[in-house]
């Protein structure tokens, strides 16, 4: 075994700048889902606006992280993960679009 493919093993699993980025705007993104679900299932303005801003915050995060990343998918730049943020972003603020219009029926 040698020294290069241990190196090339231990870079695999290391946590990069946009891997970290790309998962934390993912997370973000997943916390404003959660929100936005509850919001349509309970109601209330708070959350939608919790949805509705997570869901900003990851999408504008995942695309910086998706425009800055130097090659494709699977080199470690986070280019993944940026993808899945941003559709996990859209639809946080989808969930929170529509739980704010539902409190502005009811309100």
């Not at 891997?19 to 934390?24: D, F, I, P, Q, V």
């Not at 800055?68 to 929170?96: K, R």
């Amino acid at each position: 075994m040698s020294v290069h493919y241990l190196l090339a093993a231990a870079d695999a699993y290391s946590m990069s700048a946009g891997r970290l980025g790309s998962t934390a705007a993912a997370l973000t993104g997943l916390i404003g889902v959660v929100a936005g679900g509850l919001v349509l299932a309970r109601g209330g303005r708070n959350g939608a606006v919790v949805a509705l801003v997570a869901g900003l915050v990851g999408m504008a995060v995942g695309g910086l992280v998706a425009a800055t990343a130097d090659d494709g998918l699977g080199t470690g730049n986070g280019l993944g993960g940026a993808i899945v943020a941003v559709g996990v972003g859209l639809i946080s603020a989808a969930l929170g679009g529509l739980g704010l219009v539902r409190a502005r029926r009811t309100g």
